[in-house]
């Protein structure tokens, strides 16, 4: 028995690191020049994707990326983060974030996705914005409150600083353990951004391992 266990584990050791052997520095993904810091507990893989809500590439990630966030093992830790380049942009990182404070950002993340990208709507102005959030059981005021709040707006800035940090001029992106970055045109499809983002992910875990 211990002989087989000894081979299996020896068998998902070369399975890592063949997946890992399969994706190129710089073809497939680059790396940071300087690390940006990750806010998870020791022995966990932080995977953050940068996204914005008007762009169709994001949109059309949602669907392969959904999928492959179903099944993370319990020491990846996937969070969003909106895009912050002026503009719409802005106002749809403030939207996020001031979902997320009332407590619906999960429930509506897809429906301001569809929103905007099915039904035409841009979802820009506070007043807009707070009326589709009265559709998730909190009132205008409430939205339009946490859409002005310090707290929402100190974390727009944040997504901002941690944006540069991360060195990204376009969206979508995943950065895996804050020092890899998969692009759509690094990894050639859309699709294959979780998949390259899985073999990073499988490099950390082997880098943590050593």
Same mark, same amino acid.
Request: glycine fraction near 6%; hydrophobic fraction near 45%.
């Given at each position: ?19 890992? !052997?399969?994706?190129?520095?710089? $073809? ?7 690390? &940006? ?10 995977? #953050?994707? !940068?996204?914005?809500?008007?762009? %169709?590439?994001? +949109? ?12 993370? %093992?319990? /020491?990846? &830790?996937?969070?969003?983060? %909106? ?10 990182? #403030? ?6 404070? =009332? ?8 429906? *301001? ?17 707070? @009326?589709? *959030?009265?559709? +998730?059981?909190?009132? $205008? /005021? ?5 859409? /002005?709040? *310090?707290?929402?707006?100190? $974390?727009?800035? $944040?997504?901002? !600083? ?11 992106? =995943?950065?895996? @353990?804050?020092? +890899?970055?998969?692009?759509?045109? =690094?990894?050639?499809?859309? /699709? ?19």
């Amino acid at each position: 028995m211990l002989k087989s266990l000894m081979i299996a584990l020896a068998g998902l050791g070369l399975s890592t690191m063949a997946a890992a !052997a399969t994706i190129e520095e710089g $073809q497939d993904y680059k790396v940071l020049d300087e690390p &940006v810091k990750t806010h998870v507990e020791d022995g966990k893989i932080a995977v #953050t994707e !940068a996204f914005w809500y008007g762009c %169709p590439h994001c +949109y059309n990630l949602e669907e392969p990326l959904n999928a492959w966030v179903e099944e993370l %093992p319990e /020491d990846v &830790v996937f969070e969003r983060m %909106p895009a912050t380049m002026g503009g719409a942009w802005n106002r749809h990182a #403030t939207a996020f974030y001031a979902a997320r404070e =009332l407590g619906i950002q999960e429930e509506l993340h897809t429906d *301001f996705f569809n929103a905007i990208h099915q039904d035409g709507r841009e979802l820009t102005e506070s007043e807009a914005i707070a @009326d589709f *959030f009265s559709n +998730y059981g909190v009132s $205008q /005021d409430e939205a339009l409150e946490a859409l /002005d709040s *310090f707290g929402v707006k100190s $974390q727009v800035n $944040q997504a901002h !600083a941690r944006m540069r940090n991360m060195q990204l001029m376009g969206v979508p992106a =995943l950065v895996v @353990d804050g020092r +890899y970055v998969v692009t759509s045109s =690094l990894a050639g499809s859309l /699709d294959n951004m979780p998949k390259i983002a899985e073999a990073l992910v499988e490099k950390v875990r082997a880098e943590q391992a050593e």
